[in-house]
């Protein structure tokens, strides 16, 4: 008699029972087999009700309700309920990634993974969000989104405790602390940790505006700056200064503010190599360079327009065309007397932006800006101090050229001769202008 297909002579059965339990034992695991091909799955699970074509594999499911892991890694110790789960899982510790992409090259450790992967080539997103309708190529990307649906941020930065709805944006908020700046700009070369700040970089670079003011109708690159701006709208301050207690709608603003304090002059003039505090000074200021090209053979000041030099000179020449007719003072310019009538009225048009103090006249507050800013001008050239106005420097020269004014009342002594004067207006009183 010819042998069977697992090549076992019936003949042989009866004087070798081994060799037919044997025999059994494979038939029926041949048996089993084929449930794979047929595709029945006789097995249920009584818990969730999966079922399954071959007992073991049901088996190996019900562990997992248990919370049975019998196969350990021996590398980290991390256990599994599935033998090829740890199979798998070893790969990644020995840096195996056996299932390859035929498009891209892109490697995987799971063929599952691979599968799933070839969705987002062919452009399949079957997983689909039941509240905003937004479809995904991977199940775990769907969970993530749905997670920021709910609230849930279950990822946290270990750095500032920063949580996140999904994994990968907390890896790239994680090169933010790092310093890791991967997103570069094609036009000027500016880096980025995200890669949604260089596309709203790119925009500026277009001119792309696409976030409006509904209140005052200003367009803006970026959303933020839009929200920025919104604050000037609803007169919101919420950054305030420690040591003069000015409030900014924006934490920029009182960062440069705050250099005034420390009297930190980072915006240097390329030209001259003056220092300023603040970017618009600067900017205020190379416009100078650029603009006013008309000089003063005198003291060297500088115009945009020639027909200024020539005004300028009245005061070299002191020729004081224009009188007050209140107090008689006399003035090289009309525009000077037009301000000093302004203190007789009481006018004080010209208002600082810092502090909010105001006066009569704008180079009053030229000079106050320059207090802001820690800007000395006038220096003085025997011992070297320096002052924020020019009439400080000459009453300053007083002591170094030992003059010594006394009072003709009281007897007192003065080295300043602004000094002196008010001094000898007190004995005098209050003037009726």
């Given at each position: 008699m010819e042998s069977n297909k697992i090549g076992i002579d019936y003949k042989a059965k009866a004087g070798r029972p081994d060799i037919y339990k044997n025999t059994v034992s494979r038939n029926n695991n041949v048996n089993i087999h084929t449930h794979v091909h047929t595709g029945i799955e006789n097995n249920e699970c009584d818990i969730c009700?999966?079922?399954?074509?071959?007992?073991?594999?049901?088996?190996?499911?019900?562990?997992?309700?248990?919370?049975?892991?019998?196969?350990?890694?021996?590398?980290?110790?991390?256990?599994?309920?599935?033998?090829?789960?740890?199979?798998?899982?070893?790969?990644?510790?020995?840096?195996?990634?056996?299932?390859?992409?035929?498009?891209?090259?892109?490697?995987?450790?799971?063929?599952?993974?691979?599968?799933?992967?070839?969705?987002?080539?062919?452009?399949?997103?079957?997983?689909?969000?039941?509240?905003?309708?937004?479809?995904?190529?991977?199940?775990?990307?769907?969970?993530?989104?749905?997670?920021m649906h709910v609230g849930f941020k279950n990822h946290k930065c270990y750095v500032c405790g920063k949580a996140f709805s999904r994994k990968g944006n907390l890896k790239d908020h994680m090169d933010v602390h790092v310093g890791i700046k991967k997103h570069v700009c094609d036009i000027c070369g500016k880096a980025f940790t995200k890669k949604s700040d260089l596309k709203c970089h790119v925009d500026m670079h277009g001119g792309i505006k696409n976030h409006k003011c509904e209140v005052c109708g200003k367009s803006f690159t970026q959303k933020s700056h839009l929200r920025f701006h919104s604050y000037i709208h609803a007169d919101l301050k919420n950054y305030a200064c420690d040591i003069c207690g000015k409030a900014f709608t924006q934490k920029s603003s009182l960062n440069v503010h705050s250099d005034i304090h420390a009297d930190i002059k980072n915006h240097t003039c390329d030209i001259c190599g003056k220092a300023y505090t603040q970017k618009s000074s600067l900017?205020?200021?190379?416009?100078?360079?650029?603009?006013?090209?008309?000089?003063?053979?005198?003291?060297?000041?500088?115009?945009?327009?020639?027909?200024?030099?020539?005004?300028?000179?009245?005061?070299?020449?002191?020729?004081?065309?224009?009188?007050?007719?209140?107090?008689?003072?006399?003035?090289?310019?009309?525009?000077h007397l037009n301000s000093h009538m302004d203190m007789h009225v009481g006018l004080k048009n010209h208002k600082c932006d810092v502090c909010g103090k105001s006066f009569t006249e704008r180079s009053s507050l030229r000079l106050h800006y320059n207090r802001h800013a820690g800007i000395k001008n006038h220096k003085c050239d025997v011992c070297g101090k320096a002052f924020f106005q020019k009439g400080n420097l000459k009453s300053h020269m007083d002591i170094h050229a030992g003059i010594r004014l006394e009072c003709d009342v009281c007897g007192k002594v003065f080295t300043h001769n602004g000094s002196f004067k008010l001094h000898m207006d007190i004995h005098a009183g209050p003037r009726n202008h």
């Open positions: 009700g999966k079922t399954f074509t071959l007992m073991k594999k049901l088996k190996c499911h019900a562990d997992k309700h248990a919370g049975v892991k019998k196969h350990e890694c021996d590398i980290c110790g991390k256990a599994f309920a599935r033998k090829c789960n740890l199979q798998i899982h070893t790969n990644t510790h020995i840096g195996v990634k056996k299932f390859i992409c035929d498009v891209c090259g892109k490697a995987f450790f799971r063929k599952v993974s691979l599968k799933s992967h070839m969705d987002v080539h062919v452009g399949i997103k079957n997983h689909v969000c039941d509240i905003c309708g937004k479809a995904f190529t991977k199940k775990t990307d769907l969970n993530s989104h749905m997670d900017k205020a200021h190379s416009i100078e360079h650029a603009c006013f090209n008309h000089k003063c053979d005198v003291c060297g000041n500088a115009f945009s327009q020639k027909g200024s030099v020539k005004s300028h000179m009245d005061i070299h020449a002191a020729i004081k065309n224009h009188i007050c007719d209140i107090c008689g003072r006399a003035f090289t310019k009309k525009s």
